[in-house]
T-cell receptor, first 112, second 113 residues
Framework: DGGITQSPKYLFRKEGQNVTLSCEQNLNHDAMYWYRQDPGQGLRLIYYSQIVNDFQKGDIAEGYSVSREKKESFPLTVTSAQKNPTAFYLC???????????FGDGTRLSIL | KQEVTQIPAALSVPEGENLVLNCSFTDSAIYNLQWFRQDPGKGLTSLLLIQSSQREQTSGRLNASLDKSSGRSTLYIAASQPGDSATYLCAVMDGGSQGNLIFGKGTKLSVKP
């Protein structure tokens, strides 16, 4: 079955540590996205990529970094510069045109 | 800047009721509008997508309408069931479109048996 796999499901970050969230898709979609969800809030866009080796900042990119070396993979690194990283992180992909975005099951990040 | 608002924030209804969830947006230059369902601790499941040129879409007991000129969309759920309990999110894709979705905060629905 085609879909998006996010790992790990739960992640804990220590002070000063960088952590990387994995997102893999086998839908052959060109575009991929990272969103952050806080309790009672809508999703907010962190970074997106429409093509391999290219990506753009979203609304809340500070303290995060990404790479897009392969079409199927779009990892997100939460750096120590992100002072409030506790949130639910969702990865999505899109085939362009009037098609819905597909979402993974998310990674919940907490601070130790 | 596009803003999306969903009303009500929470809704509790008895099983079998028909119900309407509301979504409004400030900029009518959208590519499409999507309704998603989110279960606790889970990702988003796409329910309906309405293209900017369309007025409505239907899937089973769900019907979504779009009035782009007034910046409004509604999601109608017929004959609600306890399994419909979830948070429903409305999102607009910018007219660009680079595929960026702007989300409302959602409506948390509880259907009581």
């Amino acid at each position: 079955d085609g879909g998006i796999t996010q790992s790990p499901k739960y992640l804990f970050r220590k002070e000063g540590q960088n952590v990387t969230l994995s997102c893999e898709q086998n839908l052959n979609h060109d575009a991929m996205y990272w969103y952050r969800q806080d309790p009672g809030q809508g999703l907010r866009l962190i970074y997106y990529s429409q093509i391999v080796n290219d990506f753009q900042k979203g609304d809340i990119a500070e303290g995060y970094s990404v790479s897009r070396e392969k079409k199927e993979s779009f990892p997100l690194t939460v750096t120590s510069a992100q002072k409030n990283p506790t949130a639910f992180y969702l990865c999505a992909s899109w085939s362009l045109g009037n098609q819905p975005q597909h979402f993974g099951d998310g990674t919940r990040l907490s601070i130790l | 800047k596009q803003e999306v608002t969903q009303i009500p924030a929470a809704l509790s209804v008895p099983e079998g009721e028909n119900l309407v969830l509301n979504c409004s947006f400030t900029d009518s230059a959208i590519y499409n509008l999507q309704w998603f369902r989110q279960d606790p601790g889970k990702g988003l499941t796409s329910l309906l997508l309405i293209q900017s040129s369309q007025r409505e879409q239907t899937s089973g007991r769900l019907n979504a309408s779009l009035d782009k000129s007034s910046g409004r969309s509604t999601l109608y759920i017929a004959a609600s069931q306890p399994g419909d309990s979830a948070t429903y999110l409305c999102a607009v894709m910018d007219g660009g479109s680079q595929g960026n979705l702007i989300f409302g905060k959602g409506t948390k629905l509880s259907v009581k048996p």
